[in-house]
């Protein structure tokens, strides 16, 4: 008999909604829907809002003290808020496809004609709203900060660019560990181990020792190079283009990350084997 | 007139070395209810993850209201599913729930909004749509499982172990949904089960599945005899009329007597050899002693046929298949 294997995957033409809403926009509207009705977004800004409002007093108060300038403070509370919208991006994220498959919820996703890709995209802009949302939170923070020094526009624009960038680059890895892993624990718990090896660097007391090796390093960490970038022009007063270099890795890893996601992310949302014998 | 909607080919899936399923081949079609049995790993939720699209097979070919394997997307077009032990979204609403699956399958907001009241009365749950599904209990989870599976209202359900956990009303609540998809929407259901009995009440054609090969096919009739299972009956008559009972039977061909031990009331009736002596079928054979008992003015207290339940040939099937 002639191997006649079944597209799995689904090549055939997306959904597409009688209003011209295509598959991955209806997916992300419902997982947005999920992650703020159901309170789970909303407890996780919450948290950031009561940990972004210590640093903004504690900042606040070395301040006063002259213990830090204005400039450092900013940059202080954009580098905590971009740390922590992309750590929330990517626990939303390493929930995406495992957690459905331990809920028992993936496969009546999968027997639809939305094709997986949709489904990943959607989950990846479900959990880019809560990157949004935090930077939207820290937004007044900065203001009070930075107001007297003129750099509350550029924080804010790089905030947002250097951030977007982490945290798309960093969903998607994210999604494509969810999409692999065959428990949520293991999803998360690594998912938060990535991050924590590439956020530890930034929070050396003195950075990290001089020498080619470690800025080689720091420029392979998409974490530490980003906020090294954000540092560069916010404190040091660099110039948009002087140190733009250190953007490539950030930049990299969204691109590579996020069209491995697009790619081959496809291939990994299914049900593992022995997920039932019957 | 009724056409196929359901054909599977040499259906097998291998895991490396293990073999879940070899070389299942069936069909079903408009209108039809066929019963996927089988025990615990005998391949049906394999099967079924098959012919949804979920898995590829290892090798063979199946086609689901006409396309052809290769195009899953027309496929899932298709059908409607209700996966086995189904997981929902707790914090979600019935109809938001419905209202989501409507979508994935490109309906309007407006569409999804009525489809899903729609569904909802259907099932029956009506009254509890603005609910969270955390509140709802087993049965109507599943009913609601049920509803998600007709949004797209799909030419093929399947349904994989609909009434596992259900209480009896339960059950039966879901037999007659599965009932009204096949009779009211004219569509196939293949309906994976290893409960017997709601086979018997519902299906019109069984395949029975042993450690992933087919065992058995076709109406439970068909199955139940072609499974040779020795038919026997038991007769229970006033004690003081057993003796005339026995001589009113002995008469008949191809049937053998013999007392129940330590109950002198009840004599156990069998076929000898099923077809053999007169031609008749097994069961044409019981009736045939039970007529000429009640013809002998003996009042029959009892009779009860053994052996032409499917559930005999269920487990005569898949206990040759071990052995």
């Known amino acids: 008999m002639t191997l006649q294997v079944a597209s799995a995957i689904g090549t055939g033409q997306d959904v597409r909604t009688s209003e011209g809403q295509p598959g991955w926009l209806v997916v992300a509207e419902q997982e947005c829907r999920d992650l703020w009705a159901s309170?789970?977004?909303?407890?996780?800004?919450?948290l950031f809002s009561v940990l972004v409002s210590a640093v903004a007093y504690l900042t606040s108060t070395n301040l006063a003290l002259n213990f830090l300038e204005q400039r450092e403070s900013v940059n202080l509370v954009l580098q905590f808020a971009v740390a922590v919208g992309v750590?929330?991006?990517?626990?939303?994220?390493?929930?995406?496809?495992?957690?459905?498959?331990?809920?028992?919820?993936?496969?009546?996703?999968?027997?639809?004609?939305?094709?997986?890709?949709?489904?990943?995209?959607?989950?990846?802009?479900?959990?880019?709203?809560?990157?949004?949302?935090?930077?939207?939170?820290?937004?007044?923070?900065?203001?009070?900060?930075?107001?007297?020094?003129g750099i509350l526009g550029p924080a804010l624009a790089l905030g947002f660019s250097v951030g977007t960038l982490l945290a798309v680059g960093l969903g998607s890895i994210g999604l494509l560990i969810s999409a692999a892993s065959n428990s949520n624990k293991t999803s998360v718990g690594a998912s938060?181990?990535?991050?924590l090896i590439l956020f530890a660097p930034t929070q050396l007391p003195s950075g990290l020792p001089q020498g080619w090796f470690f800025e080689a390093l720091l420029r392979a960490n998409p974490v530490a190079s980003g906020l090294a970038y954000i540092s560069s022009l916010l404190v040091e007063g660099h110039s948009w283009t002087q140190d733009l270099s250190y953007l490539i890795t950030p930049l990299l890893t969204a691109i590579i990350a996020g069209g491995a996601l697009v790619l081959a992310g496809p291939q990994l949302v299914r049900l593992t084997r022995g997920v039932t014998a019957g | 007139m009724t056409s196929v909607t359901v054909e599977a080919v040499e259906l097998t899936k291998r895991y490396g070395a293990y073999t879940a399923v070899e070389a299942v081949s069936f069909s079903a079609?408009?209108?039809?209810?066929?019963?996927?049995?089988?025990?615990?790993?005998?391949?049906?939720?394999?099967?079924?993850?098959?012919?949804?699209?979920?898995?590829?097979?290892?090798?063979?070919?199946?086609?689901?209201?006409?396309?052809?394997?290769?195009?899953?997307?027309?496929?899932?077009?298709?059908?409607?599913?209700?996966?086995?032990?189904?997981?929902?979204?707790?914090?979600?609403?019935?109809?938001?729930?419905?209202?989501?699956?409507?979508?994935?399958?490109?309906?309007?907001?407006?569409?999804?909004?009525?489809?899903?009241?729609?569904?909802?009365?259907?099932?029956?749950?009506?009254?509890?749509?603005?609910?969270?599904?955390?509140?709802?209990?087993?049965?109507?989870?599943?009913?609601?499982?049920?509803?998600?599976?007709?949004?797209?209202?799909?030419?093929?359900?399947?349904?994989?172990?609909?009434?596992?956990?259900?209480?009896?009303?339960?059950?039966?609540?879901?037999?007659?949904?599965?009932?009204?998809?096949?009779?009211?929407r004219d569509a196939t259901v293949v309906l994976s089960t290893h409960l017997?009995?709601?086979?018997?009440?519902?299906?019109?054609?069984?395949?029975?599945?042993?450690?992933?090969?087919?065992?058995?096919?076709?109406?439970?009739?068909?199955?139940?005899?072609?499974?040779?299972?020795?038919?026997?009956?038991?007769?229970?008559?006033?004690?003081?009329?057993?003796?005339?009972?026995?001589?009113?039977?002995?008469?008949?061909?191809?049937?053998?007597?013999?007392?129940?031990?330590?109950q002198p009331d009840l004599l156990r009736i069998a076929v000898e050899t099923p077809g053999a002596a007169s031609g008749a079928s097994p069961v044409e054979a019981m009736n045939a002693g039970l007529t000429a008992v009640a013809a002998a003015g003996i009042p029959v207290l009892r009779f009860e046929l053994e052996g032409a339940r499917l559930s005999d040939a269920f487990l005569k099937m898949t206990s040759e298949a071990v052995a």
């Open chain 1, 39 to 46: 309170g789970r977004g909303l407890i996780l800004l919450f």
């Open chain 1, 87 to 149: 750590l929330a991006t990517l626990v939303v994220s390493a929930d995406g496809i495992s957690g459905e498959r331990e809920r028992g919820t993936l496969e009546t996703l999968l027997v639809t004609p939305v094709s997986r890709r949709s489904i990943i995209i959607g989950k990846l802009i479900a959990a880019l709203t809560l990157w949004f949302a935090t930077f939207l939170i820290s937004i007044p923070y900065l203001w009070v900060l930075g107001r007297d020094v």
């Open chain 1, 192 to 195: 938060i181990f990535l991050l």
């Open chain 2, 29 to 184: 079609s408009q209108g039809e209810i066929i019963g996927l049995l089988g025990p615990n790993g005998a391949g049906k939720t394999t099967t079924i993850r098959m012919l949804t699209t979920v898995l590829e097979p290892s090798s063979g070919e199946y086609s689901i209201a006409g396309h052809p394997s290769r195009s899953a997307t027309e496929i899932r077009r298709s059908i409607g599913v209700l996966p086995e032990s189904s997981g929902y979204p707790s914090h979600q609403t019935g109809a938001e729930y419905l209202r989501f699956h409507a979508r994935l399958y490109g309906k309007s907001h407006g569409q999804a909004r009525s489809l899903s009241a729609e569904l909802l009365a259907a099932v029956g749950l009506e009254k509890r749509g603005r609910s969270r599904i955390s509140t709802y209990s087993r049965g109507m989870r599943q009913r609601l499982g049920i509803a998600r599976a007709l949004v797209n209202d799909p030419v093929v359900v399947f349904l994989d172990e609909p009434t596992l956990g259900l209480d009896p009303a339960g059950q039966a609540q879901v037999l007659d949904l599965i009932r009204t998809i096949a009779n009211a």
């Open chain 2, 196 to 262: 017997l009995p709601e086979v018997e009440q519902v299906c019109s054609k069984v395949v029975i599945l042993n450690h992933g090969r087919v065992v058995g096919a076709g109406s439970v009739g068909e199955v139940i005899d072609a499974a040779l299972i020795e038919h026997s009956a038991q007769l229970r008559v006033p004690l003081h009329l057993v003796a005339r009972a026995r001589q009113a039977l002995t008469n008949l061909p191809g049937l053998t007597i013999e007392q129940v031990e330590g």
